[in-house]
């Protein structure tokens, strides 16, 4: 396997020819994603993107675990840029190269998927989740609202009943309720969720490019419109919140922990 050292918390690989491997590695974060994780994502996304030799990208998280989300740590930070009205937050600009990457992405999911490591789900191509992993949409219970376009692509998968009980609720759910949401195309073996995405890359990569990139292109052409639009306006709630005293309360209390 051919790669470089982790930068910015993430490791980026090639297991062999054709296929791009993207590891989160913040282990002593669980996996949460900084400022810096957020853009070495968005650079790496964009560079297997523009590079002709890669067919297929598969997304991870090292150590057993997928991601425990946006790092709290940096939503105590009030007057950051983020925040600012003029421009996207590291989170939004990385989940627009996702959604902007052309090649097929892929998800291995092990251990915690939290927040954004939820609705990144949804902008995957395919997803696939050892046994023993667990999933949380803990928005409300930080005083904030749904982000990464899930207020109209989770209703869309998972039907509107299920949808808001993931987001309004915020439980922890598992494997098989992930698939069932339609978050996830298959539960595997715990362990073998890398193992299946790597397979199922290897598949993709064997395919003609041109024909993946044309029928990805179809599967979403009549929901970038709308996806576009609801990121935008789920963020500017978003960051409304995140800013005011319930959401500021709840992440003390988070870091305390």
Do not use: W
């Not at 997304?59 to 421009?87: H, M, P, Q, W, Y």
């Not at 692509?153 to 759910?173: I, N, S």
């Not at 959401?247 to 003390?252: E, H, I, R, V």
Request: net charge neutral; hydrophobic share 50%; glycine share 10%.
């Amino acid at each position: 396997m051919s790669g470089a050292p982790a930068r910015g918390g993430l490791q980026v690989s090639d297991p062999e020819p054709g296929i791009r491997l993207l590891t989160i590695d913040r282990p002593g974060r669980r996996n949460a994603l900084d400022r810096a994780t957020y853009a070495a994502l968005g650079a790496a996304l964009a560079e297997a993107d523009r590079d002709a030799g890669v067919r297929a990208v598969v997304l991870t998280g090292a150590g057993g675990c997928f991601t425990a989300g946006n790092d709290i740590a940096d939503f105590r930070d009030v007057e950051s840029k983020d925040a600012a009205t003029e421009g996207d937050s590291p989170g939004l600009t990385f989940l627009r190269a996702l959604r902007a990457c052309a090649k097929p992405v892929v998800a291995a999911v092990e251990g915690h998927a939290v927040g954004i490591g939820v609705t990144l789900l949804l902008h995957c191509d395919l997803a696939y989740a050892g046994a023993g992993a667990r999933f949380r949409l803990p928005f409300t219970a930080l005083g904030l609202s749904p982000e990464g376009g899930s207020s109209h692509l989770l209703p869309l998968v998972a039907g509107t009943k299920r949808a808001a009980e993931l987001l309004l609720l915020g439980e922890p759910f598992t494997a098989e309720a992930a698939r069932e949401a339609g978050l996830v195309n298959a539960v595997v073996a715990e362990g073998a969720a890398l193992e299946t995405a790597l397979d199922r890359a290897r598949a993709l990569a064997a395919l003609p490019p041109a024909s993946i990139a044309a029928t990805k292109r179809a599967l979403r052409r009549g929901l970038d419109a709308a996806v576009d639009r609801t990121l935008a306006e789920e963020a500017e709630v978003f960051h409304a919140l995140r800013r005011g005293p319930e959401a500021q309360a709840a992440f003390a209390r988070f870091l305390a922990r």
